[in-house]
């Protein structure tokens, strides 16, 4: 007899079916035994009677994540016995057969079988190969699967090309955060910290390019937003008006993969009681506007043109009370604090950037990028930056380049916010940050 | 007026239009200039007379790469002057308006117009910035990112979870090949050389994982067909019955993503001449009977057990003469070429594992992994390495897991040999090599 899935088991009612799984929990009823089964399409509920002795004597030395192969009825339950919150409520198992595939060998650190499981960051992540197999958590990484999914699909609609660019690079030049130093054969090189000068690269050759990909920060943040390794959603195109155009481009992709995820993960959300409101127009306002705002609506200065943690908090909170959006374009970021290759905007002192907010923290970075050789090189002198260290990037200006912009996007903020996750690494199978390099 | 793309020019007859791209190539006939225009949709034809000045003057000063913007009315060639071998030479625009916005600063190093570079691997790769806009070579990464997208596709209908596991690690204690040492904060890591761990992990979560990540290993190969940085198309599935499983499972992957390719790249395809067959039954062998074959029929003798580039290059031209497949399966590797997880034979001086090859070079390698925790102990003792250097590891198999496997598939090479590349680097957009880290 082929295995088949859980989901299925609710059009088989009146056969026997073979089904394999995780023992989710296991309760003794004296007489009867009730076991939770897990498989990857759902759990459903089976009862062993003690007529079926060979399953029934199994079935009472089973435990909480044993694996194991059963053979039985499908039967549907009575109206009152239905369970509604699981789409195979409705149908148990009555086993004939149980044999055990394989089992732990240690008592479980922690009772995965719960709804929460309530434990602190540290025991969730110590025991991660653990702490991942319960059903709520597992759903923030069907989640995470279903952004990754609607990403892809949304830029390749819009035309943009995936690539795949080094994360090993000879040099630690572009400026901005640190770079992990890698020993390379005889060489020193360093790991990406973005795939900005490549997707640049990429507008050259296809105009509108994508990537998925691992990001390397060596920042030393002890912060519930921040980890080392995780991966970015990069875009970049070319033939841009002006950096409206890529705010436009973000906009169309967030609502995309929003309404595919409410669509689409249903089930998971519910779980962490999440609304994902339907995304239409992202208000954008000038960064000195949100200063203002931040000043006169909740008395808080900053003491230059930038916005910290808690302004981004207040500000998204304004937005949401205000325009009931979850998300925020600010726009115009001073010159001072943003990379070189910017485009500086009609008044200099700013630039044509953005930062988009989601929920109270930045998700994602971008603007428009200088295309012109002399002016890149004129602004690299600017920031103290030597235009020979950057030679094969520079070639791609050499060459020609049409006016671009894109975005930087970060994959497992969304999700934490999305579902108010207390942490980011909570968003990561196995994170890395600056003490956790396991498991 | 918006900017269309050259693909939407044959349903706009008659129309005045703009378009945006780069210049392929002028051709100054004395009275009359045509310039080829090309955009990530296609390349049109354009002529530029007399009559219209300033265009006139404009078309006069352009050259190869330059970037500009027309607008001008679409007209349908007459009919032997068509140009049969693009979508778009049914038609071409007379010029009303041109203007550069942005040009090459430099005289080009390689004339990227031509239809074949013909450039040594060297200068292809040195400029990769210009080289990369050639159509041609284009054309790869177009099939590249179609290989991505249906490699993604197929894992999804198949039921397996995307996953994303971490590329720095705390040890290098996988065994195999050589691993890139990191200074991460105040410890010593190392860059995965394969996702094996985690995704196996990851069967233990979701049944069934896969992952599209970056790939790293210290090897100093000087081949055609190893690079330093690759992406591994990896999976990993729980609940076989055996080996057969897993590769049934790949085969149904090899058919997918070669329909979708053969079907999605044709235009791509036809420049490089290359033939996709349709993949239905992929032969099976054992790699004894392979080493009998290359003996018998071509005179080559191995000393051990195992097969050497050559040998798969034969082994691969004679499942082609006798069973018209581009793919086979290589099966049961001795124990001795396996990694210490790679589960025995009913004969343990074998594996249950397999290779498959593609047109002469082994492009995914895989099987069923011990599932036993004792087992796994034995075998890690037996292959010297320290049980306790794999603590997280082994704490998979401490909590029970099923019967599993899996595989990891390169994916440049897949793409190398069905094109007929010489060198694997040039399926990669900025290669990764013993000695190039640029640009």
């Known amino acids: 007899m082929e295995r088949i899935l859980i989901s299925e088991t609710p059009g088989q009612i009146g056969q026997i079916v073979k089904l394999q799984g995780w023992v989710n929990i296991r309760r003794d009823h004296g007489k009867l035994v009730f076991v939770d089964l897990r498989d990857r399409s759902g759990m459903i509920q089976m009862v062993i009677i003690p007529d079926k002795e060979e399953a029934y004597k199994a079935a009472k030395e ?15 339950r009575p109206g009152g016995a239905k369970n509604e919150k699981v789409p195979t409520g409705g149908v148990e198992i009555e086993v004939e057969k149980l044999s055990v595939l394989s089992k732990p060998e240690v008592e479980l650190p922690v009772d995965i079988s719960a709804e929460d499981l309530n434990v602190n960051l540290d025991t969730l992540l110590d025991n991660r190969t653990i702490t991942l197999r319960n059903d709520k958590i597992k759903s923030i990484f069907r989640i995470y699967a279903e952004l990754l999914r609607s990403y892809g699909e949304i830029m390749r609609k819009e035309s943009f090309t995936e690539i795949k660019t080094p994360k090993i690079l000879s040099s630690a030049t572009e400026g901005g955060a640190n770079f992990f130093k ?22 050259g050759i296809f105009e509108r390019v994508f990537e998925i990909g691992s990001v390397f ?60 409101l339907p995304v239409e127009k992202i208000p954008r306002m000038k960064l000195t506007e949100a200063l203002d705002i931040l000043d006169k609506e909740y008395g808080k200065k900053m003491e230059e043109v930038d916005i910290d943690a808690e302004g981004e908090r207040l500000i998204c909170e304004w937005v949401k009370k205000n325009h009931n959006s979850d998300f925020v374009f600010l726009t115009h970021y001073p010159t001072s604090i943003r990379p070189f290759y910017t485009m500086p905007s009609a008044d200099p002192q700013y630039t044509d950037s953005f ?23 004129v602004n690299m002198k600017k920031n103290k930056l030597n235009p020979e260290d950057f030679k094969d990037y ?15 996007l970060g994959s497992e903020r969304i ?24 498991p």
Chains 1, 2 share one sequence.
Request: net charge negative; with cysteine.
């Open 62 to 76: 089973i435990r909480g994540e044993y694996i194991i192969e059963v053979e039985g009825l499908v039967k549907a």
């Open 182 to 203: 890698i020993k390379y054969f005889q060489q020193d090189a360093y790991l990406a910290q973005s795939p900005q000068f490549y997707k640049q690269a990429g507008v």
């Open 217 to 276: 920060r060596a920042e030393p943040h002890f912060t519930t937003r921040h980890v080392n390794e995780y991966i970015g959603l990069d875009a970049e195109m070319g033939f841009i008006k002006g950096f409206e155009d890529v705010m436009d481009e973000l906009e169309k992709v967030m609502t995309h993969v929003m309404g595919e995820i409410a669509e689409n993960c249903q089930a998971d959300l519910e779980k962490y009681e999440a609304q994902v």
């Open 355 to 377: 930062d988009l907010l989601f929920m109270g923290v930045e998700i994602a970075s971008g603007g428009q990028r200088i295309h012109d050789y002399d002016q890149l090189v």
């Open 394 to 408: 520079l070639d791609i200006f050499k060459y020609g380049i049409p006016p671009h912009g894109g975005w930087g």
């Open 415 to 438: 999700i934490q916010k999305m579902l108010g996750l207390g942490s980011i690494k909570e968003t990561i199978l196995f994170p890395r940050d600056v003490k956790r390099l396991t």
